[in-house]
Nanobody
């Protein structure tokens, strides 16, 4: 019922910036947070950033101070502004919308987009 469509991935030089966007549609009442995970071949999918409907945000330590997550409620869209990109940021980035516990960031369930690839060259 929930559909998530990412865009904005591409190639960027180290130290540069990219912005990702993800538009959500369908069954949005079942989502209280949206965000981004990333995954490389052979690795687990890891949290990048989450933002609750009320604007509370969570970031992975690896991206704190460099990435900013935001949302446009009118557009049902979440963004990830990435700055000071590093080669280790190279990954497929997946948009997520899901339900997280109100007293923690424990995930009850997530919906996933198809992913958009970010490549950071050195």
């Amino acid at each position: 019922q929930v559909q998530l469509v990412e865009s904005g991935g591409g190639l960027v030089q180290a130290g540069g910036s990219l912005s990702l966007s993800c538009a959500a549609s369908g069954g949005l009442a079942g989502i209280n947070a949206m965000g981004w995970y990333r995954q490389s071949t052979g690795k687990e999918r890891e949290l990048v950033a989450l933002i609750r409907n009320n604007g509370m945000r969570k970031y992975a330590d690896a991206v704190k101070g460099r990435f900013t997550i935001s949302r446009d409620n009118a557009q049902n869209t979440v963004y990830l502004q990435m700055t000071n990109l590093k080669p280790e940021d190279t990954d497929v980035y997946y948009c997520t919308g899901g339900w997280y516990r109100t007293d923690s960031w424990f995930r009850e369930y997530d919906y996933w987009g198809q992913g958009t690839r970010v490549t950071v060259s050195s």
